[in-house]
């Protein structure tokens, strides 16, 4: 949390200070050691800038939770004013909520700004009718109703010296327990030791004080490094006015074909509306044909703002099925166990088939035997970024185009890995890909041997981030199954096994396919028309009690067999008198097939066949990959109990 503190201590005279609070636990949860990594890159860059306008000033951290530092900051340091920014995820609502609660207690103005999305959120939601804003157009409709996107402010030209910093108090450290970041740690964490940091300076925390390992990823964070790509990207006109998302290349690297701005914009390293209006001024006085929403650049921050809406309204249920209005019901494999009390997400999921707990873990760390999915992952899992239609690629791979496996466990891995982690544009996209909400056009797969094809024919992306194929012809980069054995023994690396070995007979060698993809494609096409044509859900009560299963067959694709799910328990809240009405209108608003706009989806059919196992496993979900707002909840639900 991020906040700006106005005291009267010294003699009368304002002081204003910028100060950063580091609490462990909604950070802690997803970050890998990238995403801190650009974090920290982003808070040093910005204590230099304030250093930089007054010498005496930068930014100072404080390492404890808001909720138990600020009540006692307000009476040590009489503070007056407390500024931060508006902040509408489920979690932040909740902890801002007990923030305001102790700054009206102690006499403290608090001052709100909007700076995170291009609109208020609650706004939008507002102006759409209180409803969740599920398509761009809706956004654009709501927008009118607001006014005119406000332009950004300038810097500050001076800020007034630091006022009083002393603490005559004594830390309250969060518990450490459980360590989400202890698989990206090679060391003990140092940083909480005191108020003030290990060295007493209220210093922008460093990699080696938090114990984590050195980060693998290329890109770095800071606002001047986002200034300088912005003006990078302004001053190319014709690239800035002519954008459009679905033609670029998600292949391309050295240089990426999109901005990568994404992760300056979660961090606050570049603001949204600077972004916005300089590229929108290059539109409106550009002389040519320039795209426009949703697949233009500025269209791109409205979607952003568009699952920030839907985030806002829906809170906590939108990272999630059960309970979620607006998400569709599918039987996936895999699925999220759910308290029976909250309604809320455990943090565990349930392994209903092997086989599909196999499929997932390969897709998560690039094994799948699919060269075109296997970089991506890896590129991620290395780098922390993967352009727009990869995570597309991958995240219908996942779901609804080959695995059959329930969009939480892939968003549980993005949050884990990316580092422009956004909880609602991640669930969003997650949602939209399994074609759960926001899209509906299940039918239309990416295929991991002809989408790539399109932009890469040559395999350089995969030659690049699946080194053991760097030699393989052309013409098998994209299939090296189909490569002949004298031909895999001459490009050094034959194809055997599941990936878990990276030798064989002294040779490299790379994963078998894990299934024949137009087969398993064919079964997923008719789980979803299954799924569809039964029409439920989330907030339905059959999802809410585990009685969805009397409407599928037994032999339907996923955990259908019998008549209850045993991990539904029975929930007080629920689907209400207006659940089918909520449905009628959100078809209206979308239009039979969900969607307004279309992002060019590959289009492409397969084969026919039936398979998947069942069996009645369980297994505890691993650190780090739980959703932040779900894991956090389940620890103030346990917090609760005791």
Known sequence: MSIVLESGATGGSICKSYYSIRSPAPEGLKSSYGFANFRLDCQSDLSNSLSKINPKSRLLVIREAPQTLLPKLFKAWRISHLVFEKDTDAYARERDREVMKSAKEAGVEVVIKVGRTLYDPDELVKKNGGKPTMSISQVEHAGTKIGDIARPISAPKSIPDPGKTALDFEQQQPSDKPDYNAIQRDKNETSYEKLAGPKGEFSVPTMEELGLKKATTVHRGGESVALEALDKIIKNRDYTATFEKPKTAPTAFEPQSTTLLSPHLHFGSLSCREFYWRAQDVVDSYKGKASKPPVSLTGQLLFRDMYFGAQAQLGWKFGQTNGNSHCRFIPWHLRSKVDSQSGLVTGEYTIDSLEAEDYFQRWKYGRTGFPWIDAVMRQLRYEGWIHHLARHAVACFLTRGGCYIDWERGAEVFEEWLIDHEAACNIGNWQWLSCTAFYSQFYRCYSPVAFPQKTDKAGDFVRRFVPELKDFPAKYIYEPWKAPIQDQKAA????????????????????????????????????????????????????????????????????????????????????????????KEVDAENGENGVDEDEGEAAELGGEGKGGDKLGNKRKRTRGQGTLDGHLQTEKTKARKK
């Open 492 to 583: 050094g690396c034959v194809i055997k096994g599941n990936g878990t070995e990276s030798k064989n007979d002294g040779m490299m060698a790379y994963p078998k396919p894990m299934f024949d993809f137009p087969e398993r494609r064919t079964i997923c096409l008719e789980g979803m028309k299954n799924a569809y044509h039964v029409g439920l859900y989330g907030d339905n009560p059959k999802v809410l009690d585990g009685t969805w299963r009397e409407l599928f067959p037994d032999d339907a694709e996923g955990p259908t067999e019998g008549k209850r799910e045993e991990n539904a328990g029975e929930h007080e809240y629920g689907a209400g008198k207006n659940s089918n009405k909520i449905r």
